[in-house]
């Protein structure tokens, strides 16, 4: 038993962790990044199992993991207000062409982060030219571009 009662304080430990270091962690995650988690599953996998390296006790911490994340996607599916605690909700970054600058600091996102998306998705250059960039809840940015004005037509005399 207490190595299920390990397993479910390090499960909730981490998805702390992950919380706490912004979406856009898992959304663009980098070398370092992966490295990092194989890392921190090492050193996790060790505190867990201590001296005890048996399938039975390898099977019941994996079993421990799915069943919480199980119940963790049941209470997120049953009740939408702790879903958007557990998982978070849309920021609007960029409003009209204006960037949000307390928000993308809080959300740790540069103004270059939103320029890449709108020129990787739109073949945007400026922010003049989005109506509205979104972190999304799983740290991508949704570009929504400005309306582009209609062209005049000349007329042939």
Same mark, same amino acid.
């Given at each position: #038993?207490? $190595?299920?009662?390990?397993?479910?304080?390090? *499960?909730?430990?981490?998805?702390?962790?992950?919380?706490? $270091?912004?979406?856009?962690?898992?959304?663009?995650?980098?070398?370092?990044?992966?490295?990092? +988690?194989?890392?921190?599953?090492? @050193?996790? &996998?060790?505190?867990?199992?201590?001296?005890? *390296?048996?399938? =039975?006790?390898? +099977?019941?911490?994996?079993?421990? +993991?799915?069943?919480?994340?199980?119940?963790? $996607?049941?209470?997120?599916?049953?009740?939408?207000?702790?879903?958007?605690?557990?998982?978070?909700?849309? #920021?609007?970054? /960029?409003?009209?062409?204006?960037?949000?600058?307390?928000?993308?600091?809080?959300?740790?996102?540069?103004?270059?982060? /939103?320029?890449?998306? @709108?020129?990787? #998705?739109?073949?945007?250059?400026?922010?003049? &030219?989005?109506?509205? %960039?979104?972190?999304? %809840?799983?740290?991508?940015? =949704?570009?929504?571009?400005? %309306?582009?004005?209609?062209? $005049?037509?000349?007329?042939? %005399?």
């Amino acid at each position: #038993m207490d $190595s299920v009662i390990k397993a479910a304080v390090v *499960y909730f430990v981490l998805w702390a962790i992950i919380r706490i $270091s912004g979406r856009r962690t898992l959304g663009e995650m980098t070398a370092f990044d992966f490295v990092l +988690f194989l890392i921190i599953g090492g @050193a996790t &996998q060790r505190g867990l199992t201590g001296e005890d *390296y048996s399938l =039975t006790n390898a +099977f019941l911490l994996i079993i421990t +993991f799915v069943a919480i994340d199980i119940l963790m $996607s049941l209470i997120e599916r049953g009740a939408p207000h702790v879903r958007r605690v557990l998982e978070g909700e849309p #920021m609007i970054m /960029v409003e009209n062409g204006k960037p949000l600058r307390h928000r993308m600091h809080r959300a740790r996102i540069a103004e270059d982060d /939103v320029l890449e998306a @709108a020129r990787r #998705m739109h073949g945007l250059e400026r922010l003049d &030219q989005i109506k509205f %960039a979104i972190l999304e %809840a799983n740290g991508h940015i =949704t570009i929504i571009p400005a %309306a582009k004005p209609p062209r $005049s037509r000349k007329r042939a %005399a």
